[in-house]
């Protein structure tokens, strides 16, 4: 019998010892050093973090040892932990992704959001606020009306878009700010802004494609998504819950 034949018959077997070796080494490296400090001192995390570094980088390759022919043909070794980097990586080279994506959510929110925002509670009450500094966040895009005439857009197309664009990015803004200010943090609006650019202005049109029964249950659900969102934007962004005292009374 073959080593790869050998290893198929007692796939199973090698793959629980294989994940009981995983366990006490993973828990041995936090004590291979030899300290009579706390878990909890500086010195100890730091070593123990360097123990899991190592154990992370060794673990896969320990994996791949115990990984059956049958289960790679089924997938290479980072699409079996649940890695894309094909994805991932290419991505990084598309500087439209990265814009849309990274920088884009990233400097509006920065400067729009935890910039601009709390200026503006100097003198204007949150709720306010929340409204006032989306209006420049949206008045700020009007820059692609130039962008599309460059391109050969007719002055009123141009002017229709960048003012349909005007709209949904000041009531995005608003919402994005109504975020910072309840939850108190920056990655609040940022993900969010992140989620929507990845997502993209809902195509309703693309809903008259489907069959009847279909058209239903993608409607239903939009007006369902619409209704917890309704629901649970106030509870789910209490204060309160986030220990924020600084930007919204409660």
Not at 20 to 48: A, E, Q
Not at 58 to 65: E, G, N, R
Not at 134 to 161: D, N, R, S, W, Y
Request: charged share 10%.
């Amino acid at each position: 019998m073959s080593t790869s034949e050998y290893m198929n018959e007692f796939k199973c077997s090698f793959s629980v010892v294989a994940c009981i070796f995983l366990t006490f080494s993973y828990v041995s490296s936090l004590y291979v050093w030899r300290s009579k400090l706390s878990r909890d001192h500086p010195s100890t995390i730091k070593r123990r973090f360097f123990s899991v570094s190592v154990m992370m980088l060794l673990a896969p390759f320990f994996v791949q040892i115990f990984f059956t022919k049958e289960t790679l043909n089924k997938g290479d070794l980072f699409t079996q932990m649940g890695l894309q980097p094909v994805y991932w990586f290419a991505s990084w080279q598309d500087l439209v992704w990265v814009r849309n994506h990274v920088m884009a959510p990233l400097s509006e929110e920065w400067v729009f959001r935890a910039c601009m925002t709390p200026l503006l509670l100097q003198c204007l009450e949150p709720m306010t606020a929340v409204f006032v500094g989306p209006v420049l966040f949206g008045i700020a895009h009007f820059h692609h009306m130039l962008e599309q005439i460059k391109a050969g857009f007719a002055f009123k197309t141009a002017l229709l878009v960048s003012t349909f664009q005007f709209t949904y990015t000041s009531m995005f803004g608003a919402y994005s700010a109504y975020l910072f200010l309840r939850t108190g943090h920056f990655v609040a609006p940022l993900v969010v802004h992140m989620f929507c650019n990845h997502m993209g202005f809902p195509n309703f049109g693309e809903i008259r494609e489907f069959p009847p029964l279909q058209r239903l249950v993608i409607a239903m659900s939009f007006l369902l998504g619409l209704g917890l969102w309704c629901l649970l934007l106030v509870p789910l962004t209490n204060p309160e819950l986030y220990n924020n005292r600084l930007h919204w009374e409660t």
